[in-house]
């Protein structure tokens, strides 16, 4: 049990190890030139010779990032709940969720520009505007599956309708919640760095853009790592607080 255990641990590293050592030697059978593809060692020196520089524009991003993210929660769980308990507000703003999701964010830079000038604000809102639909989808759809059954049962107990979507409903709902934060921190990061380069003169997503314009293909992979790596790391945290506040919807599932 404890090689098994072992083994599942360490199953994350062996595969992320298998990748770029299967990557470094295509590029090397194949003598892929470094301005078209660079090897992962010749990225991670490179990221090394420009850690000061890739440390500044990595924790613009994250800030970007995770402030976007941050409104897209609370957008996202007020707008759910309301989505998720009233079936008139579902069939109002369904069609306007889909319809504005389906809108490429990249369009909407430009236009978050003129409005607030090249910077942060529109890295925080792109990141705001790709992140919060999961989250809206998913805590919508936790609340909507509370059975007809139990929600007749609670109100024959004197329970009001606040009472059973705070006490009931929310609980039910965290599953899906948690889930919808793994999805939307990454979603965020790529909005951060997709206003990043459009309309920015900070951020890893600059910092690519203007290593692509000298052809400097390793900085620019040791920007797509490090970016990589922060969303890993988010999204891990998200996975270990989801295990530790929802151990009673994990007993059974043997990925937990």
């Given at each position: 049990?404890?090689?098994?255990?072992?083994?599942?641990?360490?199953?994350?590293?062996?595969?992320?190890?298998?990748?770029?050592?299967?990557?470094?030697?295509?590029?090397?059978?194949?003598?892929?030139?470094?301005?078209?593809?660079p090897?992962?060692?010749?990225?991670?020196?490179?990221?090394?010779?420009?850690?000061?520089?890739?440390?500044?524009?990595?924790?613009?991003?994250?800030?970007?990032?995770?402030?976007?993210?941050?409104?897209?929660?609370?957008?996202?769980?007020?707008?759910?709940?309301?989505?998720?308990?009233?079936?008139?507000?579902?069939?109002?703003?369904?069609?306007?969720?889909?319809?504005?999701?389906?809108?490429?964010?990249?369009?909407?830079?430009?236009?978050?520009?003129?409005?607030?000038?090249?910077?942060?604000?529109?890295?925080?809102?792109?990141?705001?505007?790709?992140?919060?639909?999961?989250i809206?989808?998913?805590?919508?759809?936790?609340?909507?599956?509370?059975?007809?059954?139990?929600?007749?049962?609670?109100?024959?107990?004197?329970?009001?309708?606040?009472?059973?979507?705070?006490?009931?409903?929310?609980?039910?709902?965290?599953?899906?919640?948690?889930?919808?934060?793994?999805?939307?921190?990454?979603?965020?990061?790529?909005?951060?760095?997709?206003?990043?380069?459009?309309?920015?003169?900070?951020?890893?997503?600059?910092l690519?853009?203007?290593?692509?314009?000298?052809?400097?293909?390793?900085?620019?992979?040791?920007?797509?790592?490090?970016?990589?790596v922060?969303?890993?790391?988010?999204?891990?945290?998200?996975?270990?607080?989801?295990?530790r506040?929802?151990?009673?919807?994990?007993?059974?599932?043997?990925?937990?």
């Amino acid at each position: 049990m404890r090689k098994k255990l072992n083994l599942r641990k360490a199953t994350p590293w062996l595969s992320a190890i298998g990748l770029f050592v299967l990557w470094e030697l295509i590029v090397r059978i194949f003598n892929i030139p470094p301005y078209v593809l660079p090897t992962p060692s010749e990225s991670i020196i490179v990221g090394w010779q420009f850690h000061e520089a890739i440390w500044m524009h990595a924790y613009h991003t994250l800030y970007t990032t995770l402030a976007g993210f941050a409104i897209a929660v609370v957008f996202g769980v007020v707008l759910g709940a309301l989505v998720g308990s009233s079936r008139a507000i579902y069939d109002a703003a369904n069609p306007l969720l889909v319809g504005f999701n389906s809108v490429p964010k990249v369009a909407l830079v430009p236009v978050l520009v003129m409005w607030f000038g090249i910077g942060t604000v529109p890295a925080i809102i792109t990141a705001f505007l790709i992140s919060f639909f999961p989250i809206v989808v998913n805590v919508a759809t936790g609340l909507a599956t509370l059975e007809p059954e139990l929600r007749d049962v609670l109100r024959s107990l004197g329970a009001t309708r606040r009472d059973i979507l705070i006490k009931v409903g929310f609980p039910r709902a965290m599953p899906y919640f948690f889930a919808s934060l793994k999805v939307a921190i990454t979603l965020a990061f790529v909005g951060s760095v997709i206003s990043e380069t459009v309309a920015s003169n900070v951020g890893v997503g600059y910092l690519m853009l203007s290593a692509s314009s000298k052809f400097n293909m390793p900085l620019v992979f040791a920007g797509l790592l490090v970016i990589a790596v922060m969303g890993i790391a988010m999204y891990e945290i998200f996975n270990v607080i989801e295990r530790r506040s929802t151990k009673w919807a994990n007993r059974g599932n043997p990925t937990n």
